[in-house]
């Protein structure tokens, strides 16, 4: 059986775009194809991130376990444990609404601000922030010391960033509606930047079925262009040896490697080796691309090989301050 029979027969039996399934044949092999594909139908089970801010972590477990909650804790991040059984609403309990914790779809999505480091009295800029996840996991590392920038361009999405970090204390935030690549102008240099960047979320299938039939390979083109766009308008607001973290919930390598690719090319930067424990290299060969070997640095995670989101993280770090003229 050839590839496009294969991926005809796969698309009908999983419900996907045919397109899909022969760039999963084309990128992972049929055995790992079929993996993949599987663990996008297992679903993921919820995370919560403790908020430090205002409970330890072995407290609130304390807390949920006497409430008849399951726990188990996530392996790369200390202050997070996976539910694995929830007698009821995570978004329900005294806990939650008093800010003891945030719940976040995977694990995946605790990595990017891991990879970044904050560390208090810095200045960070979060450039899609909404609906505030990743900004309260900053403030958090950050200890509600130093600056977060918080902008995004959803006027809905923002409600829901300043409400979250209101019930989780957050302190140290400026939320700004805006699109990202008009930041250039304010003049602002910061410390370092977390880009979890607008995508086709593909590597959500497994918490929303929905994304198997919902993008088009147009859809990757269109977000390619608008992350590299996004990306290289805030690279302009980075300081000197200032590191930002991009990262999508995309395993399209248009969307990732090829945009970090395409930014090695003009800007002067370097790949930074990340702390993170999991996570397989960075593509260096995909669709007839072939792209700089230092993107090897970058990582890769799937459902059905980590269990978390299939998500791609990458961290630069700026070798030289740029101008707007760049």
């Not at 923002?158 to 979250?164: E, Q, T």
């Not at 979320?201 to 766009?229: A, V």
């Not at 040896?241 to 090319?265: Q, W």
């Not at 059905?304 to 990458?314: A, M, P, R, V």
Request: glycine letters at 8%.
């Amino acid at each position: 059986m050839d590839i496009g029979e294969l991926a005809k027969k796969l698309a009908e039996k999983y419900g996907y775009h045919v397109y899909m399934i022969e760039r999963y044949l084309e990128l992972f092999g049929k055995e790992e194809t079929i993996e993949l594909l599987e663990a996008n139908e297992k679903g993921l089970n919820p995370v919560i991130r403790c908020n430090t801010l205002k409970i330890s972590v072995e407290s609130l477990r304390n807390r949920l376990v006497k409430k008849g909650f399951v726990l188990k804790k996530v392996p790369w991040i200390d202050y997070a444990f996976q539910v694995i059984k929830s007698p009821f609403s995570l978004g329900s309990t005294t806990e939650y609404l008093l800010g003891y914790y945030y719940v976040h779809r995977g694990m995946g999505s605790l990595l990017p601000v891991h990879a970044l480091d904050p560390k208090p009295g810095e200045i960070v800029i979060d450039a899609a922030a909404a609906p505030g996840g990743k900004t309260s996991q900053i403030a958090q590392l950050m200890k509600n010391k130093g600056v977060i920038l918080a902008i995004d361009i959803s006027r809905e999405r923002m409600k829901s960033l300043r409400s979250n970090l209101s019930r989780l204390g957050v302190e140290n935030v400026i939320a700004y509606r805006m699109d990202a690549r008009d930041l250039p102008k304010f003049g602002i240099k910061a410390d370092k930047i977390l880009l979890d960047a607008p995508c086709t979320g593909e590597g959500l299938i497994p918490i929303d079925k929905s994304r198997k039939k919902s993008r088009l390979i147009e859809d990757i083109k269109y977000c390619s262009t608008l992350q590299f766009s996004m990306l290289t308008a805030l690279l302009k607001c980075l300081k000197k040896e200032g590191i930002l973290v991009y990262s999508t919930c995309s395993i399209a390598p248009e969307e990732n490697e090829l945009v970090i690719h395409r930014v090695l090319e003009r800007f002067p930067l370097s790949v930074e080796k990340m702390d993170l424990k999991d996570g397989l290299p960075g593509f260096t060969e995909f669709f007839g691309y072939k792209v700089r070997d230092e993107i090897r640095e970058a990582r890769r995670f799937y459902p059905h090989i980590h269990g978390t989101e299939g998500f791609f993280i990458c961290k630069l770090r700026l070798r030289k301050e740029l101008n707007d003229n760049i």
